[in-house]
């Protein structure tokens, strides 16, 4: 059983405070509202320096409309030439940034860029993964779920990627040895279903060669995975029942809908991180409220200050 888990957004962001220096978060396309309100927030926190990239005038005239026009903060004109989001990369390549967060930009022109092999911001064998981070209602932990962002219907090595990079930024709250659930339609593998089947080959493997440090359980289905009350009334002899850390999901559909449900069914709170690349990546929707940025801001400063995330440039 997992004794070290996290319940609440709390101590990632007393993780965050505990950095030596302020983690430098270059925001691309800078002319965002709730994002701006969030880095700043951050910033009076401690554990962040903003870096605000884009086109200067929108950029001031968002400071303006939020009340933060006097605020002193560096605000870099990437109007002309390459996209504000490619700027952004060189400074971090250069050394000027530890972090990078999406402004004002759609998801897919952000993480083109960064994926991209010639700004070498991903290790090589490494898949870049998204994980939400929610506080659902009704449930006395934190939940990480991935991949919800990018990968549509990814084969088995590549959720393999997944429960590696979920572990390493559960590793870097200090979970350590996380429980993470293989969510699955039923809990018995069936041939007409091919991630049950590839679930039950993951744990097997992880039991026997393991590729990631944690308790890995799967196939296993929703209800099982929040509920031991569930688990009991199913017969479901598994102690990691209510007490998952984190769950993969088999696919991008899935992931995508459950999140949005948690949050606007469901009362769920929550933010998004890349990982998998060679510094962490901020990303919430620009519709989100400030807190969202903030907490992502917070998750990624606690990542930036692990041994694992050093060193790269």
Not at 112 to 131: G, R
Not at 232 to 258: H, S, W
């Amino acid at each position: 059983m997992n004794e070290t888990f996290l319940t609440g957004f709390e101590g990632i962001v007393a993780k965050a405070k505990a950095v030596e220096k302020p983690m430098r978060v270059v925001i691309a396309a800078a002319d965002a509202e709730n994002i701006l309100r969030g880095a700043f927030m951050a910033e009076d926190e401690g554990f962040v320096k903003p870096i605000l990239v884009g086109n200067e005038t929108k950029i001031r005239a968002t400071l303006d409309k939020i009340g933060m026009a006097e605020r002193k903060v560096k605000v870099v004109d990437a109007s002309g030439g390459d996209s504000s989001i490619q700027y952004a990369i060189e400074m971090i390549r250069a050394g000027d940034a530890d972090c990078l967060m999406r402004g004002n930009s759609s998801t897919r022109d952000f993480l083109m860029p960064v994926l991209n092999k010639s700004n070498h911001l991903i290790q090589d064998n490494t898949l870049v993964t998204h994980i939400n981070f929610l506080k659902v209602p009704g449930l006395q932990r934190l939940l990480a779920i991935s991949d919800v962002t990018l990968l549509i219907n990814p084969p088995m090595d590549a959720r393999k990627e997944v429960v590696k990079n979920m572990v390493k930024a559960l590793n870097a709250f200090d979970v350590q040895h996380p429980n993470i659930a293989l969510l699955a339609l039923v809990e018995k593998p069936s041939y007409n279903m091919r991630d049950t089947v590839e679930d039950q080959t993951m744990v097997r493997e992880n039991e026997k060669r393991p590729f990631a440090d944690c308790n890995l359980v799967g196939p296993i289905a929703y209800d099982l995975i929040v509920s031991k009350e569930a688990a009991r009334l199913k017969g479901y002899d598994c102690p990691c029942c209510g007490e998952f850390d984190g769950i993969v999901v088999p696919n991008l559909a899935t992931g995508n809908v459950m999140v949005k449900v948690l949050q606007q069914s469901a009362g769920a709170s929550g933010f998004g991180v890349l990982v998998g690349a060679k510094i962490p990546v901020a990303i919430t929707s620009r519709a989100d409220a400030p807190d969202q940025a903030f907490y992502s801001l917070a998750a990624c400063a606690a990542m930036w200050s692990a041994p694992s995330y050093k060193h790269f440039f």
